[in-house]
């Protein structure tokens, strides 16, 4: 049996890491370059829309700038469809070192907040991170690239998958998935075919329904990316800036708050005429569980409905009390633009593919963000990675 694998990200990576550590012949290719960690920020790929979708084009895909934030998502949902990833989160956690970071690791921004939503009577927890803190040097870079390998990212697994024999090609698109007599025959790359027994599309949210699309098999116009936006107020010296981001979760029912500076919070202090240094701005992210509005056609669309802005309202007033108590000036509130970096539910489980994420045509299975059967409004690498692992036992059952 040979296998293709589409795209690099947690999904792609870890399927080509399994089937080559089992001595299938893999072949893993990639759109976007094989970067250097540290260089990852110039590999944005943004989707604007009502609300701005993050992503990168890159070996590793959108992990690498990923905050590090390593938890277990969807179990109840995916459980409805019989799926148990209990075996494969263990795994994964494993492998990539989830653990709180220590002490030592807290800046005085985090501290603080973690602090002040204790004394309001909020459950405040550290976060587990996929961060080895020896290598961490607190550089706040987690967003652009970790400068220093201290995070894990797919790239990882790539050079596992390539160690096993694995082929790995990059800047190069995946057009088309070629299909003969209802069974999978390989992928066009502009003029070039390749020839598959097996093909796993793990091409990320945007993407993956495009080329289902293309051989016109079902898709879910049902997009969600936990939409988020960062409050934040002027709290002299507090240079969050400069600390790990998110490195604290406050957890509600419909939402979570990560302590989090963002440079759009200074963006916008200097529309209102506040002249703050980015040192002194203390901040906290509002992540909520949006409804999933969201299309992917020639262009994407996503929006927030009236029940996402309610949310996003309360998850304000409740990080205002917060910054309030942690010191924050009121009177300098500002929120960031609406955005979202967990783009799923393209071709959810149950609907486009079923419960061993195979589609209509024989041989051919999507492993990526796209499968997700519901909003996670938590990080979804985690699941994304468990998710790889137990389709990759799937096709390794066919041999
Ligand atoms: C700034 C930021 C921070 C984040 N932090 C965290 C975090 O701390 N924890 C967490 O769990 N999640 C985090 N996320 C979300 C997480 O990175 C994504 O949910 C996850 O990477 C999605 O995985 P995926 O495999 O679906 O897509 P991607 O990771 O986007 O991978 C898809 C890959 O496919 C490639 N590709 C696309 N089209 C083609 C094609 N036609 N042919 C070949 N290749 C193609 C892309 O270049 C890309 O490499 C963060 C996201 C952002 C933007």
Redesign the pocket.
Known sequence: MNAIV????????TVAKELSGKGIDVTL????PKIAEKAAFK????VGSVVN???????????????????R?LEKELSVFGIDLSSEFEAAEKELGVKPLPDSHFGEATKRIMAAAEKLGFVVNK?P??IDPAKCKRCSK??SGCPNDAKWS?AEFVTEAEKNGAQIITE????EILVKNGEVAG?R?GSKILSADVVVL???????P??LKRLGLPTTPSMFV?TFTTIGGVLDGIQQNKEIV?NAVIQFNEFVLYPHFSNHLLKRMEERGLNVSPDDILGLMVKIKDEAVGEVNETVEKGITNRDAVLLSEGASVAGAILAEAGADPSTFVATPLRG????GTARIGAAVDKNMATEVNGLYV????VLPATPG???????VAL?KYVSTIILARN
Not at 172 to 175: F, N, R, Y
Not at 341 to 344: K, Q, V
């Open positions: 589409v795209g690099s990200g947690p999904g792609g990576a290719i990639e759109k976007g590999c944005y790929a943004n979708i993050l992503r990168t084009i890159c070996l590793g895909g959108t992990t690498t700038v990923s905050a590090g934030n390593g938890v998502a976060m991170k996929f987690c967003a797919a190069m698109p995946v057009d992928v790359c793990s091409a990320g949210a945007l993407e993956t495009q080329l936990d998110m970096a967990h783009p799923g492993a990526d963000a796209s938590a990080p979804p690498i985690l699941t994304i790889a």
